[in-house]
């Protein structure tokens, strides 16, 4: 009971991605009611465990107290059979909670990776991301589908009850989809992958012998790693995950064939997609329109590639939206641990006070979704962006970095090239020339430098 009054309810596990992701609610919603779920059917499964081990226990105490021979053993065996199959139907009363593995579904750079990390950080268990691109069936070039498990293990310090209860992301899905088309060449990497994840999923019992490691500094525990340990796989949240390239168009197919639904592709197929909406949208009978994701059937999964076995075992289905021009601005700035704020650390480890004006950060934002990468695309440019702010500011007499509209104008306007473009840079003595140029575009940010200051 300690245990489950120590699970973050669904609200507090949203309140708590909210920090850190934008957007996706649904998505933060879902995520948040399936993990405290599967937590809640682990802390079952553990009271279960413990009063069956607690009723053998019991039994093999009575066992032992009666060493009784002949018609007076058969008849206390007899006894005891029967107070078993009375306990039986106690438990039968009970229903037993199924496992709930998940499945996101959603554009590159939507958050679909940091939703996993941060769901695990809060609930501190351990958490493994493997590329599915990289598995193959046992006996082939590449790694062991149980692979995952091993990584799991290391990651749990090699405790097994840590691991146990421990998340394993399965990135990339959608690259297992298996060819509509036989072309006579066995499948390793596909549907065979596919094939031998059921059980891993599901529940099964690996063995692990996690590898030798020659660097001493690499053992972070006493016990003895070569020692091979068994892992149960049935308390592990498995989190599938991928783009899905191509899915929405299946959907918007059906929907459009639905007799209940005309006309529901509001986009044409041949026409060259807007960065800033990747998803193909669909319009329902009561003439609202929604991203085809969110209308996701097994039926559509199965048409793209993934077999009916699979899918069965993950009955948990959250899609994610693309990211508006919006959303990538509030990414910048709003999140505890977001990209600007990291920056801005970064310099004043130097002593040097970077400021990013809120018309650059529009402009990065709108560059972004152009060439759409996401969120993930927002690092790759302030990396290139700032390269040289980054070279010349440490050991030199620059106080003040300024990137404002006019700074990105010019990076775009050069191909978005890394080192082209210098930002603004003042000396301790032009902080006054600084605050001004900065009053210019971003006043709230002026305001705020200068309290700093």
Known sequence: QKKLEDIPTPKQLKAYLDKFIIGQEKCKKIMSVAVYNHYIRMNDSLVRGLEHEYAEARASKLAVKKQLLGAQLLQDTAANFSLDAKDLEKEEELPELEKSNIMLIGPSGSGKTLIAKTLAKVLKVPIVIQDCTSLTQAGYVGEDIESCVEKLFERSDFDVSQCERGIIVLDELDKLSKPSANLGV?????????????????????????????????????????????????????????????????????????????????????????????????????????????????????????????????????????????????????????????????????????AITKEAIKLIASASINSGTGARGLRTMLEKLLLSANYDCPGSGISFVLVDKDTVQRYIEKGNAAGVVNAKYHGRGDVYKFLTQLHNEDPELAKKVEQEL
């Not at 796989?233 to 498995?238: A, D, E, G, K, R």
């Not at 929405?248 to 639905?258: G, T």
């Not at 600007?340 to 004043?348: A, D, H, R, T, V």
């Open 186 to 354: 066995k499948d390793i990497s596909g549907e065979g992958v596919q094939q031998g994840l059921l059980k891993l999923i599901e529940g099964t019992n690996v063995t692990v012998q996690p590898k030798k490691h020659t660097n001493k500094s690499q053992v972070t525990s006493s016990k003895n790693k070569e020692e091979s340990s068994t892992i149960d796989t049935s308390n592990i949240l498995f989190i599938t995950m991928g783009a899905f390239v191509g899915l929405d168009n299946i959907i918007a197919a059906r929907v459009e064939s639905s007799t209940n639904v005309q006309e529901a592709v509001t986009t044409n197929p041949m026409k060259k997609r807007d960065h800033s909406k990747q998803i193909r949208e669909v319009k329902l009978p009561d003439g609202s329109t929604v991203s085809s994701f969110e209308l996701v059937t097994s039926e559509d999964l199965v048409s793209f590639g993934l077999i009916p076995e699979f899918i069965g075992r993950i009955p948990v289905i959250a899609s994610l939206q693309a990211l508006t021009e919006s959303d990538l601005e509030k990414i910048l700035t709003e999140p505890r641990n977001s990209i600007i704020k990291q920056y801005e650390y970064l310099f004043s480890r130097i002593g040097v006070r970077l």
